[in-house]
């Protein structure tokens, strides 16, 4: 995403430990069902950037005559992310917990606003998704994301405020 570069020159970018990850990674690949659905995997989680990736399948046309992604699928799957930025976000501030610890962090976290700009046709076989953390305060974080074809042509953007206590 780029703009990450300000933020993280300032603080160093926190890789999680393995339980952490495959803890979030279970939220949100498993447990949240409707992301299940969608066929969200999440291929990428730190503190200053998570990607996830969605395989274009029958279920998730919107449009049968171009086999173009449905546009609720782009914003669902960036809500997502967004979300799963947050929780990261809230993982790195803290560290100082065992990783299961912060994984309970996460009972409150919900979407306040959110606003998807959609810029190009969704047509492809897969679906790459990115979202940062621009701003985590002690109730409200806000988010940027991005829909990307595999080719690395932005899709669409979006941005979000999440309630985080």
């Known amino acids: 995403m780029g703009?990450?570069?300000?933020k993280t020159s300032a603080e160093a970018v926190i890789e999680f430990e393995p339980e952490f990850v495959a803890g979030l990674k279970?939220?949100?690949e498993e447990m949240v069902v409707f992301n299940k659905v969608l066929g969200l995997e999440i291929t990428k989680i730190?503190?200053?950037?998570?990607?996830?990736?969605?395989?274009m399948k029958p279920d998730l046309v919107g449009?049968?005559?171009?086999?173009?992604?449905h546009g609720g699928v782009i914003s669902a799957g960036l809500d997502a992310l967004g979300g799963l930025a947050c929780m990261a976000a809230i993982?790195?501030?803290?560290?100082?917990?065992?990783?299961?610890?912060?994984?309970h962090r996460f009972a409150k976290l919900g979407t306040i606003d959110l606003r998807i700009d959609y810029l190009r046709p969704g047509i492809g076989d897969a679906f790459e998704?990115?979202?940062e953390v621009l701003r985590l305060g002690s109730r409200v974080a806000n988010t940027?994301?991005?829909?990307?074809?595999?080719?690395?042509?932005l899709l669409a953007t979006g941005s979000a405020?999440?309630?985080?206590?």
């Open 3 to 6: 703009a990450n570069a300000d």
């Open 91 to 103: 993982g790195a501030r803290h560290m100082d917990e065992p990783p299961m610890q912060r994984l």
């Open 129 to 131: 998704l990115q979202a």
């Open 63 to 69: 449009h049968f005559s171009y086999n173009r992604i």
């Open 161 to 165: 405020a999440y309630i985080v206590s």
């Open 26 to 28: 279970k939220v949100f």
């Open 144 to 153: 940027r994301m991005a829909f990307l074809g595999t080719d690395g042509k």
């Open 46 to 55: 730190n503190s200053a950037e998570v990607r996830g990736r969605i395989a």
